[in-house]
């Protein structure tokens, strides 16, 4: 090997290296309990990736998924370190709309029994002719977030077989949960999600409910919420009160609110797991200092609730329950 091909190979080491070593999550970003999967390197691929879609002529916006042709091998690799420190092999494969998916979607697919290579698989958009290149990004970016959590979860690489998607446990598998954790935190930490944030700068007191804006901003919350539970539930709820504060305090720097606690309102979400025992939805009314009123004789957490605390606006007739 002469000296330039050797200063060659040293150089992609050297990169190689890099680009495992921003797969740490920063000290910047929230602890959520979740997976930690790098928005930068989801977001370089699938710009990657969509690049070699074909447009719409005279559209550059407009994705012609018709015009695709599906290649024989795969367009793009990425390694991945997983949670244990295994470097692992991603390879890319984009799927036409005659694929059996329904939706845009994604799987990963194990290179056989202990493993460490697999093929990604990634739906542009199943009987459409044209997508618009935001949403199939946006769309994408999701996707591409669960499956790479999955990849960089050991027990991915394991002997056993995945859960079918039909399966009534599908959600609840941990491999599954932990996927879906990473995927929901993406979204919530989205700018979709942030715009969806809303306080009064004059009473920030009067602020989004942490429920209602996650349901609102990650459709995986919205679709798991209902077929999860137990302490599988208060995992994603810790999640998002994490999320949540984090995006409280930017909203409040942003706005100049000041606070002489830096997390006013922490455990908000957390403490909603009673929600999945005591209050559903349905059953609570929201009063202006996020307090949550519950209209049913159920218990909270196993406990009496207590009644509503003496405060300048009456409370509603009922039992104080989950948010407080």
């Known amino acids: 090997m002469g000296r330039q091909q050797h200063q060659q190979v040293l150089r992609a080491l050297r990169a190689a290296a890099a680009l495992l070593a921003k797969q740490d999550r920063p000290k910047s970003a929230p602890r959520t309990g979740a997976l930690y999967v790098p928005p930068r390197l989801v977001e370089d691929m699938v710009d990657k990736l969509i690049g070699l879609l074909p447009r719409v002529l005279g559209s550059p916006d407009l994705i012609d998924v018709k ?51 697999a093929t990604l698989f990634l739906v542009i958009a199943p009987n459409k002719s044209v997508v618009p290149v935001d949403e199939l990004k946006d769309k994408w970016l999701s996707v591409l977030t669960h499956e790479l959590a999955h990849a960089r979860d050991p027990e991915t690489w ?85 999320v949540y504060n984090d995006v409280l305090e930017k909203k409040m720097k942003q706005l100049g609110i000041k606070s002489s606690n830096p997390r006013p309102f922490s455990n908000s979400a957390r ?38 605390a003496a405060s300048r606006t009456p409370a509603p007739a009922g039992r104080r329950c989950g948010l407080s």
């Open 67 to 117: 015009a695709y042709v599906p290649r024989m091998r795969p367009v793009e690799s990425l390694t991945v370190r997983d949670a244990r420190g295994t470097d692992r092999k991603i390879w890319f494969s984009i799927v036409d709309n005659k694929s059996k998916f329904a939706g845009i979607a994604g799987m990963l697919s194990v290179h056989g029994t202990h493993a460490v290579e």
């Open 158 to 242: 394991a002997a056993q077989a995945g859960i079918a998607h039909t399966s009534p446990d599908y959600t609840s598998d941990p491999r599954e949960v932990r996927a879906f954790l990473a995927q929901m935190v993406h979204e919530l930490q989205t700018d979709k999600a942030y715009k969806n944030f809303t306080i009064d700068v004059d009473e920030p007191v009067f602020r989004s409910d942490p429920l209602t804006w996650a349901e609102k901003s990650s459709p995986t919350w919205y679709s798991v919420k209902d077929t999860i539970s137990g302490s599988v539930k208060k995992r994603f709820l810790r999640a998002i009160s994490d």
């Open 271 to 308: 403490r909603a797991s009673a929600t999945d025992a005591a209050c559903s939805t349905s059953d609570r009314v929201k009063k202006p200092a996020k307090t949550f009123i519950c209209s049913t004789s159920q218990s909270c957490r196993g406990k009496p609730c207590r009644p509503a």
